[in-house]
């Protein structure tokens, strides 16, 4: 899987499509059992920063199931 490079961050809504982009790439890695992910951006939160809503559809070999996350995008720069 690709590690972040914080290099890459202009602004705060760069720092957030990295974090979407980043989930989005977790299914391609088997190691973790995932099979599909969803990723759904929140809108902009009262912060005036936007919050990613992460569906990961996941099968362990006895069942699959869903889990959701909500990750909160938090970028200062100098």
């Known amino acids: 899987m690709k590690v ?6 202009k602004n705060w809504k ?6 979407a982009n980043y989930f ?9 059992n995932i099979d599909d992910v969803i990723v759904q951006p929140t ?12 569906t990961f559809t996941v099968d362990d070999s006895v ?10 995008c938090k970028c200062k720069l100098p």
């Open 43 to 54: 809108g902009t939160g009262s912060d005036g920063g936007r919050d990613i809503l992460v």
């Open 24 to 32: 989005r790439e977790v299914k391609r890695d088997n190691e973790f």
């Open 63 to 72: 069942m699959t199931f869903q889990r959701k996350w909500v990750v909160q």
């Open 14 to 19: 760069t720092f957030e499509d990295l974090i």
């Open 4 to 9: 972040l490079s914080l290099t890459e961050i």
